[in-house]
């Protein structure tokens, strides 16, 4: 079995634009769960309103595309506050369950008949992104090192969506240091202390709700543009358990912990992907339990299991401190 393969199959995910966006989405949960105490279960619905926000304004309306993105950024604010609006000022299950409804009903509103004619429907929108592409620098060409090697086209939105990571990375890491921040940390600890101290605990948790809500648009906006396509059904509930999955992985309130959880995060499922088809073109593993329908299936499995274990002798992380994870103490 070819492990050079293996190896670069696994370096090029970790690497590759997926990591960076699900990177993004969960610097967003962090600022609402690691840093907030809020428990949002609809990440993916940020990321689908800032996707189509970007596709409707060019491939329906023929805005551009650097406006699409401002409408993709200003949904994901307008959403917050109608989701934070009536639940922020009740119990944080109130805020779950209402996330990952309006993320379900977005979805299927937006892959509706009616809507057919904004949305594309099931079917959604394509080639909208050709203006980013049109200002790459980089010649064409192969662009990476050893067996992990990306196309100039994919390399110039890895470099840009990267960047935007280190960008978000810093922005948080200024701001939970800052007065602001330490008042957010404050709410995930103990609410009626921080009220009692004179704070808006609504507000600050809307500000919260929306910093992070915006990250996840950006996510949706730069997946969007790496696939030139956008589909209601991309935005599937498990994206925002997923992003989970990295951001405890990494570290919950670790500002690093969402970068390393994603590139990890990638590195097993595409590593372990890579691993089991090999083998079982090669004849190492059975059939019957390593087919090709199953694969999928399998890999789930044996990184969940991996998860499992890392959960239990370390339930805050790789990077993540236990005492932040004891929320309303």
Same mark, same amino acid.
Not at 2 to 11: H, N
Not at 94 to 100: G, K, M, N, V
Not at 185 to 190: G, T
Not at 221 to 233: K, N, R, T
């Given at each position: 079995?070819?492990? %050079?393969? !293996?190896?670069?199959?696994?370096?090029?995910?970790?690497?590759?634009?997926?990591?960076?966006?699900?990177?993004?989405?969960?610097? @967003?949960?962090?600022?609402?769960?690691g840093?907030?105490?809020?428990?949002?279960?609809?990440? *993916?619905?940020?990321?689908? !309103?800032?996707?189509?926000?970007?596709?409707?304004? %060019?491939?329906?309306?023929?805005?551009?595309?650097?406006? @699409? =993105?401002? %409408?993709?950024?200003?949904?994901a604010?307008?959403?917050?506050?109608?989701?934070?609006?009536?639940?922020?000022?009740?119990?944080?299950d109130?805020?779950?369950?209402?996330?990952?409804a309006a993320?379900?009903?977005?979805?299927?509103?937006?892959?509706?008949? /009616?809507?057919?004619?904004?949305?594309?429907?099931?079917?959604?929108?394509?080639?909208?992104?050709?203006?980013?592409?049109?200002?790459? /620098?980089?010649?064409?060409?192969?662009?990476?090192?050893?067996?992990?090697?990306?196309?100039?086209?994919?390399?110039? *939105?890895? &470099?840009?969506?990267?960047?935007?990571?280190?960008?978000?990375? &810093? =922005?948080?890491?200024?701001?939970?240091?800052?007065?602001?921040?330490?008042?957010l940390?404050?709410?995930?600890?103990?609410e009626?202390? $921080?009220?009692?101290?004179?704070?808006?605990?609504?507000?600050?948790? =809307?500000?919260? #709700?929306?910093?992070?809500?915006?990250? @996840?648009? #950006?996510?949706?906006?730069?997946?969007?543009?790496?696939?030139?396509?956008?589909? /209601?059904?991309?935005?599937?509930?498990?994206?925002?358990?997923?992003?989970?999955?990295?951001?405890?992985?990494?570290g919950?309130?670790?500002?690093?912990?969402? *970068?390393?959880?994603? %590139?990890?995060?990638?590195? &097993?499922?595409?590593?372990?992907?890579?691993?089991?088809?090999?083998? $079982?073109?090669? @004849? =190492?593993?059975?059939?019957?339990?390593?087919?090709?329908?199953?694969?999928?299936?399998?890999?789930?499995?044996? *990184?969940?299991?991996?998860?499992?274990?890392?959960?239990?002798?370390? /339930?805050?992380?790789?990077?993540?401190?236990?005492?932040?994870?004891?929320?309303?103490?």
């Open positions: 079995m070819d492990f %050079v393969r !293996v190896i670069g199959d696994a370096l090029r995910a970790a690497l590759g634009l997926e990591a960076a966006v699900y990177a993004l989405a969960a610097i @967003g949960l962090n600022v609402h769960f840093y907030t105490g809020l428990l949002n279960f609809g990440q *993916v619905g940020f990321m689908l !309103v800032g996707a189509y926000g970007l596709a409707i304004t %060019v491939s329906t309306f023929g805005g551009s595309m650097w406006l @699409g =993105m401002l %409408v993709g950024v200003l949904l604010v307008v959403l917050a506050i109608l989701l934070g609006g009536p639940t922020l000022r009740l119990r944080a109130y805020l779950a369950i209402t996330t990952i993320a379900e009903i977005l979805r299927f509103t937006f892959r509706s008949s /009616p809507a057919t004619g904004v949305t594309g429907g099931v079917f959604g929108l394509q080639r909208f992104a050709d203006a980013f592409y049109e200002i790459n /620098p980089l010649p064409q060409g192969t662009y990476g090192f050893w067996v992990v090697q990306f196309s100039h086209r994919r390399m110039w *939105v890895m &470099l840009v969506a990267w960047g935007l990571v280190a960008l978000s990375c &810093l =922005m948080v890491w200024a701001l939970m240091h800052s007065p602001w921040g330490r008042v940390k404050s709410i995930r600890e103990d009626e202390a $921080a009220r009692s101290l004179g704070k808006n605990v609504f507000s600050f948790k =809307m500000q919260g #709700l929306i910093l992070g809500g915006v990250f @996840g648009a #950006l996510s949706g906006i730069f997946l969007a543009i790496g696939q030139q396509a956008v589909s /209601p059904d991309t935005y599937i509930p498990q994206i925002t358990f997923f992003t989970y999955t990295v951001l405890i992985l990494g919950a309130a670790r500002v690093f912990g969402p *970068v390393l959880g994603s %590139v990890l995060f990638w590195l &097993l499922i595409a590593g372990t992907d890579s691993f089991i088809r090999r083998a $079982a073109s090669a @004849g =190492m593993l059975p059939e019957v339990f390593f087919g090709s329908d199953t694969i999928g299936a399998v890999r789930f499995m044996l *990184v969940g299991a991996g998860l499992m274990i890392l959960m239990i002798y370390r /339930p805050e992380g790789i990077l993540g401190d236990r005492r932040e994870m004891q929320l309303d103490v």
